[in-house]
């Protein structure tokens, strides 16, 4: 049996959450995933969000890249939804070499497949000629 305790990111609340994973004697649980018992939260969002984490975790990631010919040097970007967190490494490194010309524009797509992820990194500050 493992406990991990998490703090619930899904609403304002932030419920302190335990989750319980267990095996069966093979090694796993129903279907080859842990058997997850979920307490603390008061919204079925702090339980999907607590069996998300402990079994696939993922992020959203921000970041910046540089523009030539703007009014200011950079423009914030993320991805247009969450990715693997193991991917986020991988995915940094091709934002890092990423540069664009001004003008560029909230929703932009600076990268289709972000580190093959399936993702797209959207631009999400306006930057104009200069």
């Known amino acids: 049996m ?3 305790e998490l703090t619930c990111i899904g609403c304002p609340l932030g419920c ?6 267990e095996w069966d004697k093979t090694g796993e649980g129903t279907d080859g995933v842990p058997v997850i018992t979920v307490t603390g939260n008061t919204c079925p969002r702090g339980e999907a969000y607590a069996r998300k984490e402990v079994t696939d975790p993922t992020r959203i990631v921000t970041s910046s890249v540089t523009v030539t010919g703007g009014t200011i040097a950079k423009a914030s970007v993320k991805t247009a939804s969450d990715i693997p967190k193991g991917k986020i490494f991988a995915c940094m490194e091709e934002i890092r070499n990423v540069s664009v010309a001004a003008p560029v524009h909230i929703g932009d797509v600076v990268i289709e497949n972000c580190a093959g992820t399936g993702v797209a990194v959207v631009v999400t500050k306006d930057v104009e000629l200069a």
């Open 2 to 4: 493992e406990v991990r």
């Open 16 to 21: 302190s959450l335990t989750v319980t994973m």
